[in-house]
């Protein structure tokens, strides 16, 4: 009886995106502003033709060295120095 070994290199599946595409996003990325997972999700499918779940984009980010994060409100009537004001209180 002989006993098989399986030796695996990597585990799971191999990326859709290649190293050179990971870049162009990362550089698409750097030139947008206000960017969210469906805006993300809407750019891949646009320039490489690949859709991947919304789910998994944040894990993209997240490999291209961002952090993901919620947004927070600005709000347009508070003051430009409010730190200062809150520090002195």
Do not use: C, W
């Amino acid at each position: 009886m002989k006993i098989y070994t399986l030796k695996y290199k990597n585990g799971g599946r191999k990326a859709k995106l290649t190293e050179e595409q990971f870049k162009k996003l990362e550089e698409i990325m750097i030139n947008e502003s206000f960017l969210n997972t469906r805006k993300i999700h809407e750019i891949i499918k646009k320039e490489f033709n690949i859709d991947y779940s919304t789910s998994r984009i944040p894990v993209i980010v997240k490999k291209l060295g961002y952090s993901y994060k919620k947004g927070y409100i600005l709000y347009f009537k508070m003051p430009n120095d409010a730190e200062i004001i809150l520090k002195k209180n």
